[in-house]
């Protein structure tokens, strides 16, 4: 079993750079795959980010290049760097976490956060 807790939302104006980190624990050694979604009410859950030791990293279209996922295995935790945020950014963040090497864009994540929120707006 793994919980995943986040951190690092809340609100910012548009261009501007927040850091969202999710500490994994209750499972001994490396979580191999870890990701990032966000959701905003009434729509689907998107993919945002992962990281996973068959593909590296991947991102949705709608934030390469200002958005960053990394990973630290020494503290069990993974983060998201975003900058030249904008509004439609504004979402619940949520991160995900399997012990499969990767996790298929037609399969699920295991284990999920309870998400924070971010706000990007005047």
């Known amino acids: 079993q793994v919980q995943l807790v986040e951190s690092g939302g809340g609100s910012v104006l548009p261009g501007g750079s927040l850091t969202l980190s999710c500490v994994a624990s209750?499972?001994?050694?490396?979580?191999?795959?870890m990701a990032w979604f966000r959701q905003v009410p009434g729509k689907e859950r998107e993919e945002v980010a992962s990281t996973n030791r068959v593909r590296g990293t991947i991102y949705a279209n709608s934030v390469k290049g200002r958005f960053t996922i990394s990973q630290d295995n020494a503290k069990n935790t993974v983060y998201l760097q975003m900058n030249n945020l904008k509004p439609e950014d504004t979402a619940m963040y949520y991160c995900?976490?399997?012990?499969?090497?990767?996790?298929?864009?037609?399969?699920?994540?295991?284990?999920w956060g309870q998400g924070t929120q971010v706000t990007v707006s005047t």
């Open positions: 995900a976490a399997d012990l499969r090497p990767w996790v298929s864009p037609n399969d699920r994540f295991t284990y």
């Open positions: 209750g499972h001994t050694g490396n979580v191999p795959s």
